[in-house]
Structure formats: C-alpha cells, structure tokens
C-alpha cells in the first residue's frame, strides 16, 4: 500500500472515531437532560402532592372537645354532643357494664347525681355507625341534660333548629333533624330488628310522619331517606307522663375528619 493511502486510511479512522465519539458525547449529554427533567419532574410531583395533603390537612373540622383529658376521668366518654338553640351540650357515655349506670351517675366521674348523663347502651356500638343509634337523656332537673329538646315542640324553633352535631376523638358528624314527637315508652331498640330492609324503611317513614298530635316534622329534606341512611334518636320523658317519650330523631348528614 503507498504512502499515501496508509494517510488516506488513517485518516478515515479518525473520522470514524470522531463520529463514534460524537455520537457517544451526544448520547451522555442526552441522558443527563432526560434525567435531569424526569428528577425535576419528579419533584414537582411530588411537591404536588404534599400540597394536595397540605390543602386537605387544612380543610379538616375544628374539634373543640378535649377527648384525651375527659376519658382519663373516665374512658367511659366517647363522643359530645351539642343540639343549637338548647343548652344540650354534654358527653356521650356507654357503660361496658350495665346499661343502667348512668340513669343515676355523672359522665364526668361516675358519681352518683340524680339527673344522671347522656347515654347509649350497649345494644349500640360507639362508631354511629348503627342504622339507628338511640341517646338517652334525662328530663325535668331544671333546663340540664335532655330537658330542652322540648324546645323543639314549638314550630317556630323547630323550623329555625335543623341539625346537631356530634363529635368523637376523631370527626365531627352532623345530623339534619328530622322530626320531634311524642312517641309511646317501647325500647326502641329491642322493639325493631333494624337489620331488616323493611323494617328499616318502615321506621324511616315512621319518623317522618310520626302518629302523633304533639309533632314537627321537616318538609324540606330535599331527599329521599334510604337503607344507607344513619338515624340518631334522642329520647327523653314527658313530664307527668310515665308511658311517654320525646323524641328528636336526625338523619346523618356529613361526616367530616377532626384536627
């Protein structure tokens, strides 16, 4: 081979090798690009992200119950509940023991008082998550425990007072009264196996249009009341009536995470 075409071919090479390294140069440069925006991105996902927990952190309800220093007086406390326009603004306790505890015991210490506490018994769990939880309260000692829910017999009040509220450690839940009546003495929850879809229903309706001459009930619920509907019933006596009960019965309406 001449001279010359050993430079013409070593020359070739090299611009082989140029071009190899080029493209190579090229690739890596490519590369760092692509990961440098896919790391950014990432990032700004991310960020995303923890803004979106921020925003839903942010939104969550206000819970004004001090839960942690009320059940170390007594675990027996598990949820609050304050009824607008009433002076209904009380712990809700269950006894794991018997229901008859806090007939005649204070929620806050479990000494003895005459007016007793607001309650469930055990037939109800404590999530309200029952198809029907019922609260008892008593009436007539002064205007304390459940005594003011007689407010609701006058309509003008019960057109103006449409929900109560509920709290528990961890969320605030808001019902829409449905109704107030006087109702019989029957242990409601013995009384009806809610389990059953018809049954149910047939509470339901009975709620809504309660057999009754002392009664409120709401006109404007603007739905229609199903089987996944969760119903609380407060109850309390009718003074100088020992076989009758008032009664204020709520449809749930928004469960709503605490801070």
């Known amino acids: 081979m001449s001279e010359e075409n050993k430079r013409g071919s070593k020359r070739a090479a090299l611009i082989i090798i140029a071009i190899i390294l080029l493209i190579i140069g090229c690739s890596i ?16 996902e991310i960020s995303s992200i923890a803004a979106s927990t921020t925003q839903i952190e942010v939104e969550k309800a206000e819970n004004p119950i001090d839960f942690n220093s009320l059940q170390k007086k007594n675990s027996d406390i598990y949820a609050w509940i304050k009824v607008g326009g009433t002076k209904v603004d009380y712990p809700i306790v269950q006894s794991p023991e018997t229901d008859e505890m806090y007939l005649k015991h204070s929620a806050i210490d479990k000494s003895w008082v005459a007016s007793g506490a607001i309650y469930t018994e055990m037939v109800n769990t404590k999530s309200f998550n029952d198809r029907v939880t019922l609260i008892y309260g008593h009436n007539g000692y002064s205007d ?12 003008d009040f ?60 709401r006109e404007d619920l603007g739905r229609e009341l199903t089987t996944d509907d969760k119903v609380v019933v407060l109850s309390t006596c009718i ?3 020992r076989s009758s009960r008032y009664l204020v019965c709520g449809v749930l309406e928004s469960n709503e995470e605490t801070n």
């Open 29 to 44: 440069l490519a590369y760092r690009l692509y990961t440098d925006y896919t790391a950014e991105q990432g990032q700004q």
């Open 144 to 155: 304390t425990m459940f005594t003011t829910l007689h407010k609701f017999e006058k309509k």
């Open 158 to 217: 019960f057109d103006k007072h449409q929900t109560f509220v509920i709290y528990t450690p961890t969320s605030k839940l808001t019902y829409k009264i449905v109704s107030a009546f006087k109702y019989d003495d029957r242990h409601i929850m013995n009384s009806f196996d809610f389990q059953n879809d018809d049954i149910f229903l047939e509470f339901l309706d009975m709620i809504q249009n309660p057999a009754s001459s002392n009664k409120n009930v």
């Open 239 to 241: 003074t100088n009536q």
